[in-house]
């Protein structure tokens, strides 16, 4: 069997690699090397001045798993919708 039947009409699909079009190389770059701070900085400069620091370090955390609190993104890098959300 190959892995396109194994994973065809199972609950257990592989993770998504999809990510929205503006991210930056700047963000996938922190990303990567697990740099969180730098991350939410690089989102907040995308995201604009509607979003603060620490609505972009709750969205950066919130996708890797590191917080609970609201739902997880869709993607392991999180995007300026996901901030705005993140805003207190």
Do not use: N
């Amino acid at each position: 069997m190959d892995s396109e039947e194994h994973w065809e009409g199972t609950t257990d699909e592989p993770p998504s690699d999809e990510m929205d079009d503006g991210v930056t190389a700047r963000q996938l770059l922190h990303a990567a090397t697990g740099d969180r701070e730098a991350e939410a900085q690089a989102l907040k400069d995308r995201a604009g001045d509607d979003v603060g620091v620490d609505a972009a370090r709750r969205a950066v955390q919130r996708a890797h798993g590191d917080r609970s609190d609201g739902d997880k993104p869709e993607s392991d890098v999180a995007s300026p919708h996901d901030a705005r959300s993140a805003e207190g």
